[in-house]
């Protein structure tokens, strides 16, 4: 069983740039789930995802932070103006409703300069 | 204020020492999961933990839930370099199914 997809790995950007992430779940899983680890930092959940609805988006800062699953699979997490402190790692988690495991794909380490 | 706290933050011990990383909540535990970590990648499931007493292992990996404390310990015996990497615990309060993760436990075993 294929895990959960992410792209690019690695991305680095100038301040006030755009950039965008992909993230593939695992095939079935309605539940989709952007986090951001910053180093030295334990992930915080950024967007959840239940199909093509959200929710939980308390945590994303929607002022530059936006993120969609139009057709309830594939998602893209977008950021625009990045500031400096977006560099972290981006991790895309996917699992079956209700309380069962997330599974992480592999992670996009994003530098802003 | 932090919600999940986990100890210690770094640890290094030799080869086919034992060790234990600890990880308390603050808050009602309704399942605790522990993850593994190398550096700048994804996070590798290890276990699930969702009743009070409950106890899992894997290898040599063996984790603990302890729901009056609000506490899991993860136990590893006979440590080796391949179980090197970040350890974190993951925290599921009851809340719309999302995580609160702690900051992570660094291991690095040396020969």
């Known amino acids: 069983e294929a895990g959960v997809a992410q792209s690019p790995r690695y991305k680095i950007i100038e301040k006030r740039q755009s950039v965008a992430f992909w993230c593939n779940p695992i095939s079935g899983h309605a539940t989709l789930y952007w986090y951001q680890q910053i180093l030295g930092q334990g992930p915080k959940l950024l967007i959840q995802f239940q199909n093509n609805g959200v929710v939980d988006d308390s945590q994303l800062p929607k002022d530059r932070f936006s993120a969609e699953r139009l057709k309830g699979v594939d998602s893209t997490l977008k950021i625009q103006p990045a500031k400096l402190e977006d560099s972290a790692v981006y991790l895309c988690?996917?699992?079956?409703?209700?309380?069962?495991?997330?599974?992480f794909g592999p992670g996009t380490r994003l530098t802003v300069l | 204020s932090q919600e999940l706290e986990q100890s210690p933050q770094s640890l290094i011990v030799q080869e086919g020492k034992n060790l234990t990383i600890n990880c308390t909540s603050s808050?009602?535990?309704?399942?605790l999961y522990w993850y593994k970590q190398k550096y700048g990648e994804g996070l590798i499931f290890l276990m699930m933990l969702q009743k009070g007493g409950e106890e899992k292992s894997h290898e040599k990996i063996t984790a603990k839930l302890d729901e009056k404390k609000q506490q899991s310990s993860l136990h590893i015996t006979a440590s080796q370099p391949s179980h090197a990497g970040i350890y974190l615990c993951g925290a599921d309060t009851g809340n719309t199914d999302k995580l609160i993760f702690g900051t992570g436990t660094r291991l690095q075993v040396f020969p």
């Open positions: 988690a996917s699992s079956s409703p209700g309380p069962d495991t997330q599974y």
């Open positions: 808050k009602t535990l309704y399942g």
